[in-house]
């Protein structure tokens, strides 16, 4: 893909939000996207067409992350209020609140059976939650951390975790193992390129770092854009040849992946670029940020 | 009138007027002819013939029964159900006379039947008819305990004809031979009980309706014979008996009923098989030879007479009859073939009606065995010598000095690798072809052929010892000559020292699986790895498994899938243990290199160093440094053990890989050090540090680097010396130190460097203590007192588990007390113990204490250089440690109030403060719940309060993590 082919023309803007939008998300088939803010509300678009389908309100605090199961059956979201809910997606209604963080929750993710949500907390803790069951209980708690997890990723036999205290720790559930990599610098987003072979983690001195999970070793770092009080999403295209992510100066940037030259970084919000999200197949990405906007972006 | 009247003369008896007489019957008369009919019915009565009402019972009706005993149902008639013509169509009823009459009418017909009279009733057929009747008609009058008509086969009247009947006035009896008995009562009863028996035996036992005339015919023999012959007299009047039910089929099943042929044919037998009784029977003695009693001998003088013969045991004929049914077709095969003896045993299976062949078609075929060549001989001869065997066996060539020439010495040794590659053909094929060449000349024994000879068995030897070593190791040792080992150990021949490693890439351009190996094998390392350490002493299972996983390592090549007995450990396991070996491997070749350069005491540290791999089960974590990149510190991993819990392993559809293991016991260390705070100094100087050491080792080389790791490994005993020094005080030893004394537990602990500082530092642990009010009321419950002082020799006892207990210095009071709440429990039992034996010695010193108290708290600052020590152990030592003290920070956030640490936790948290812009604006309600906390601490007794939320929180983080 070169570089002409990234998503840079600005197709929809879907507005709605009232307030900072603090988390954007595609659906699994990118067909929809879900978007959370400070004004304690979840909805859902088509981005495509730019239509808003439905709000789910029931958080009593800001939304931080939320979560689509792969069918679109179910939502999870988490946020200020210390609580992850566990939605049905066409009632609008929350069937299931899980209560046991200490503090703030700040992200949250199904696992790929939609069997198990696993959030990350402000208090250092990843806690994962049984959705079978009518328990509201944690089945795991994960406290190894030993500052505030960001964000979390799940694989098919992973948890893996970045957090403040500057690792991206991997559980692995299968080997009963964990695996930390100590990047040195505060862990804000994770996230995994599609092969799952590497974590691309945004660090808080302005500086993505792209780790190889099987080892350890850092293969790139991506610099340019400002990152350094916010927490700000990143993620790898969907052919996993660009880096995209977004600054506090509202741009959005686009790496290379093998050589980390910024092949192309404009400017896309007024404010801060909260969450970026590309689109499992298609050349297409929705960016949302503090400025109250989701705008999605085509070729 | 009167004279009138007197004057008459009557004569004969006068009539009886019929008035009186009949007057019921009149009456019943006319009732029942005129005047009745005009009354109701319920006037009407009924009567008979006789005039009398007829009582049919109180219940059934009384006198009124049946409609007035008119009729049986209210219309008179009972109506015929209607039955459809559609199946029976209209069949025509053939009525007669019968149908019609009543009973009396019927009575009276009878009578007019023509029989004969009885007189003249001889073979009492009119009798038997007539006293069937009678039966009948007792039976209607009287109610009979069958209910309904009893079937006349049950009932049989005994009607007997005139002759019987006069000779039962002569006194004849059923069963009876018609003569003039003498014999004896007994001797009656025993004849009839036998003939009975032989009648079950015989098959026709005559129906008794039919037995009339045969029994005429009978008597008429018997009466015959009688008079000729007393003692032989089976034939007798038969007793009327039913046809006995022999054989075992169902009650009215005739298995002959489609197959009447059948039926003849076992007639036929059974007759016969009579035939034959019968036919023994017929000579005087044979009957009765045949039946004698087993058991009873006949004296010489006397006769075989009829009560000899055996009542009870089976007769000869039952058991004739008995083998008959079992063996009908034998039987069977026997009747038709008469003129044949008994058929085989052979010919049994035969069906009947079947013959046996004379001659079968069917032949046994036989084949010839295959026939062994001659030449041919069972053990396989191999074409060429058999190398192996020969190869050890053969003395060694001499050494030879290789030729000047470097070519040539490159060419042979690369033909003598061939060679002993791929065998003799080679060389044979390499001296048929070059055989014009003269670089060749070797082969043919030329100049250099010594040479060459030597260095094919060296590489023989090479090959024989490369390949098996992975499966054979211990027992290639006893084999080993001095080249081989010395070839092993690395040693070199000494003329070889200064020649150049062979290279093959010159020779042909063929790279050899030899050549491999050479490339990934260090032989110097792993022998002596091997040699020097053994890690893994105390389980020489796992020993074994190491040398193993060394050998693997260094050796290259080939791997075996399952290496050395581990097939019986579980992945995980063997993942685990691989680490381990890893790890230790590392630690060993560094060592090694360390031990070239620096002196030879080191190779004592490595069995220290490497026994901490010992235990890898329960040191759970080992940082192995994967892949750093000159230049660039991070990312750093690390490895630790994880334990999903069963129901997440679940969720995700994997396998525990902990199942059916148990909880990992929870370390005393750790528990103790999860108790201790760390305050924020250290850890942050302490990562500073780690950073700053990394980066400084990074760019060393080999050796230095090894020599660090030495240095590390050789820190604990410093740092333990170091830790002796700083740690004042383990608690319980602190508390309850003098007791110990007393009890003699003095372990060889390191002694004590400066008491003062320890006693100070005792003491104001002491002071900090909450517990000091639990002891105290402790103390007062139990009616002793708390000892005012504290010897200072009381930290010399100390338990070589807390080893790694930080410094006391800085712990809070806090953390103390809870930690000796906490531990209560644990230590209640010795905490007891100690105070029943010496508990006077506890004198309540709390003030004491509390004085001390100020001086103590402020004596935070140590120097730094400790610390980074301290902290350099921490980062080595396994990191549940590091965890807890991660825990042990993070209690701090809310009950650290010293001002030094409060700055350096400020410094830690910059950090975070960063991350989230939302969280900025929480910082400052956090720092006021801070601010909080230490208003708390001000008031009067915050810290029981304080102490009571964090023992609950950390009982609830560790059963979290539980």
Same mark, same amino acid.
């Given at each position: 893909m070169s570089a002409s082919d990234l998503p840079r023309k600005e197709v929809t803007v879907l ?6 939008? $603090?988390?954007a998300r595609f659906n699994s088939d990118g067909n929809?996207c ?13 981005p495509h067409r730019g ?18 199961? /792969? ?9 200020? @209020? ?19 963080? @200490? ?78 990599? #100590? ?6 987003c994770i996230s995994l390129s599609n092969d799952a072979n590497c974590i691309l983690a945004s660090?808080?001195?302005s500086t993505l770092r792209l780790l190889d999970r099987?080892?350890?070793e850092l293969l790139q770092e991506y610099k340019g854009h400002t990152c350094?009080?916010?927490?700000m999403d990143c993620c790898l295209t969907n052919t996993d040849a660009h880096v995209t992510g977004g600054s506090e100066d509202g741009f959005i940037y686009f790496w290379d992946l093998v050589d980390a030259t910024v092949i192309s970084s404009f400017r896309a919000h007024?404010?801060?670029v909260t969450s970026v999200s590309y689109h499992p197949k298609d050349n297409c990405m929705i960016t949302a940020s503090?400025?109250?906007t989701i705008r999605v972006w085509k070729t | 009138? #009167?004279?009138? !009247? ?13 008035? @009186? ?22 006037? !009407? ?16 009706? *009384? ?83 069958? =209910? ?65 005339? /045969? ?61 034959? *009784? ?33 009542? &009870? ?22 009747? $038709? ?163 150049? /490693? ?47 996983? $060394?050998?693997?390592?260094? !050796? ?89 819990? =069963? ?140 000892? =005012? ?20 210095? @800085? ?19 010795? $905490? ?31 120097? #730094? ?5 301290? &902290?350099?152990?921490? #980062? ?87």
């Open positions: 507005k709605g939000h009232e307030g900072a939008v $603090l988390a929809y879900l978007s959370c803010g400070k004004d304690r509300t979840i909805r859902l678009w088509n239509i808003h389908i439905k709000t789910y309100k029931s958080h009593g605090r800001e939304v931080r992350d939320v979560h689509c199961t /792969p069918d679109n059956s179910k939502l999870v979201s988490c946020g200020g @209020d210390r609580q992850v809910f566990y939605w049905d997606v066409s009632t609008g209604r929350v069937i299931r609140k899980f209560r046991g963080h @200490d503090s703030e929750v700040n992200a949250v993710k199904f696992n790929e059976y939609s069997s198990v949500v696993v959030s990350a907390g402000y208090d250092q803790s990843l806690r994962a939650w049984d959705c079978r069951s009518h328990s509201t209980e944690p089945i795991q708690i994960v406290d190894t951390f030993s500052d505030s997890v960001m964000s979390v990723c799940l694989t098919k036999t992973e948890i893996i975790g970045g957090s403040v205290d500057g690792t991206v720790r991997t559980f692995d559930i299968r080997l009963g193992r964990e695996i930390a990599d #100590d990047l040195g610098q505060p862990v804000n660090c808080l001195d099987s080892t350890g350094k009080s916010f927490k007024s404010s801060v503090v400025d109250g | 009138m #009167d004279s009138d !009247q007197e004057d008459f003369v009557f004569h004969g008896t006068p009539i009886e007027r019929e008035e @009186d007489h009949s007057s019921r019957k009149k009456k019943a008369l006319a009732e029942s002819s005129g005047n009745l009919r005009s009354l109701p019915a319920w006037k !009407q009565e009924v009567r008979d013939e006789e005039g009398r009402r007829r009582l049919h019972g109180a219940f059934t009706g *009384g006198f009124s029964a049946g409609y007035y005993n008119t009729v049986g149902s209210k219309e008179g008639w009972t109506p015929q159900s209607f039955t459809s013509s559609r199946k029976n169509r209209a069949e025509v009823k053939q009525q007669s006379l019968v149908n019609f009459l009543d009973e009396d009418e019927k009575a009276e017909l009878e009578g007019r039947s023509l029989a004969a009279s009885s007189k003249f009733d001889t073979f009492g057929f009119t009798a038997a008819e007539f006293a069937r009747k009678q039966a009948e008609k007792e039976n209607r009058s009287r109610p009979s305990a069958i =209910p309904g008509p009893v079937p006349d086969e049950i009932i049989l009247p005994a009607a007997e004809s005139i002759g019987i009947q006069l000779l039962k006035k002569m006194g004849w009896r059923h069963g009876h031979s018609i003569k003039d008995s003498h014999s004896s009562s007994l001797y009656e009863a025993r004849r009839e009980a036998r003939r009975a028996f032989l009648s079950f035996t015989s098959d026709e036992a005559k129906p008794m309706l039919s037995t009339s005339m /045969p029994a005429e015919n009978n008597f008429e023999d018997v009466l015959d014979k009688s008079a000729e012959d007393d003692d032989k007299s089976p034939k007798i009047t038969p007793v009327y008996m039913l046809k006995p039910k022999q054989d075992l089929h169902g009650l009215g099943y005739d298995p002959y009923k489609h197959a009447p042929e059948f039926r003849e044919s076992k007639r036929l037998r059974t007759a016969g098989g009579r035939a034959h *009784g019968q036919r023994a029977r017929d000579n005087l003695f044979g009957l009765n030879s045949g039946n004698i009693a087993p058991g009873f001998g006949i004296g010489a003088l006397e006769e075989l007479d009829v009560e000899d013969e055996d009542v &009870y045991g089976s007769g000869y004929d039952f058991e004739e009859t008995l083998i008959e049914e079992a063996e009908e077709p034998a039987k069977l095969s026997i009747e $038709l073939h008469n003129n044949r003896p008994r058929l085989t045993d052979k010919e049994h299976g035969i069906l009947a009606g079947f013959q046996l062949a004379s001659n079968s078609d069917y032949q046994l075929e036989r084949f010839e065995p295959p026939r062994i060549p001659k030449e041919y001989e069972p053990i396989h001869k191999f074409s060429g010598p058999l190398e192996i065997g020969s190869r050890l066996s053969d003395p060694p060539p001499l050494e030879v000095a290789p030729p000047e020439d470097s070519n040539l010495k490159v060419l042979i040794e690369g033909v003598a690798t061939l060679v002993a590659r791929c065998g003799k053909i080679f060389e044979d094929l390499s001296r048929e072809k070059n055989q014009s060449n003269p670089l060749y000349s070797f082969l043919n024994g030329g100049k250099f052929y010594d040479y060459y000879s030597r260095k094919l068995w060296e590489e023989r030897q090479k090959r024989n010892q490369t390949r098996p070593l992975l499966d054979r190791d211990d027992s290639s040792v006893s084999k080993m000559t001095a080249e081989t080992r010395g070839r092993i150990l690395g040693e070199r021949p000494l003329e070889r020292s200064s020649v150049a /490693p062979i290279s093959f890439d010159t020779h042909a351009g063929v790279k050899f699986h030899t050549n491999l190996v050479d490339t990934f094998t260090k032989p110097i390392v792993f022998n002596e790895l091997l040699k020097v350490s053994k890690p893994f002493k105390d389980d020489p299972a796992k020993q074994e498994r190491f040398e193993q996983f $060394l050998k693997e390592k260094y !050796q290259g090549g080939l791997r075996s899938t399952d290496s050395g007995g581990t097939s019986y450990m579980s992945e995980s396991v063997r993942a685990r243990e691989r680490l381990d070996f890893e790890a230790a491997a590392e630690a060993i070749e560094k060592a090694q290199l360390a031990k070239s350069s620096t002196l030879n005491k080191h190779s004592m540290e490595f069995s220290v160093g490497a026994m901490q791999f010992t235990s890898g089960g329960i040191e759970d974590a080992k940082s192995v440094q994967v892949d750093e990149l000159p230049g660039k510190i991070l990312p750093k991993r690390e490895e630790f053990q994880w334990r999903p819990s =069963p129901i997440l392993c679940k969720r995700f559809d994997l396998i525990d890989p902990y199942m059916g293991k148990p909880a990992p016991a929870p370390r005393i260390r750790s528990k103790l050090d999860s108790h201790f705070f760390i305050p924020d100094s250290f850890k942050a100087s302490g990562t500073e540090e780690k950073v700053a050491s990394r980066g400084d080792a990074l760019p060393m080389t080999q050796s230095q680097m090894s020599e660090n790791t030495n240095l590390v490994e050789k820190e604990p005993e410093v740092q333990m010396e170091i830790e002796n020094v700083e740690r004042p005080v383990d608690l319980y030893k602190a508390i309850f130190s003098d007791d110990s004394e007393d009890e003699g537990e003095t372990s060889a602990v390191n002694k004590v460097e400066n008491p003062e500082k320890k006693v100070e530092a005792a003491n104001a642990t002491l002071n900090r203590l909450m517990a000091g009010d639990f002891l105290e009321s402790l103390g007062k419950e139990l009616g002793l007192e708390v000892p =005012p002082d504290l010897p200072p020799s009381l930290d010399k006892a100390r338990d070589p588990l807390h080893k790694e207990v930080p410094h006391v210095n @800085d712990i809070g009071n806090s953390t103390v007390s809870e930690f000796t709440k906490e531990d209560k429990s644990l230590e209640a039992r010795e $905490l007891v113990q100690n105070l029943s034996i010496d508990g006077k010695k506890y004198a309540s010193n709390d003030s004491l204490h509390k004085r001390s108290d100020d001086p103590s708290f402020g004596s935070v600052p140590q120097n #730094d250089g400790k610390m980074r020590s301290l &902290y350099d152990q921490s #980062d080595s030592s396994p990191s549940e440690d590091e965890r807890s003290r991660k825990v042990s920070k993070r209690h701090q956030y809310s009950s650290y109030s010293d001002s030094d640490s409060s700055e350096q936790r400020h410094h830690s948290s910059s950090k975070r403060r960063k991350s989230h812009s939302s969280r900025e604006r929480e910082k400052p309600s956090s720092r006021r719940k801070h601010s909080k906390h230490r208003k708390h601490r001000d008031k009067d007794s915050p810290e029981r309060s304080r102490h009571r939320s964090k023992r609950e929180r950390d009982e609830s983080k560790r059963d979290k993590r539980r």
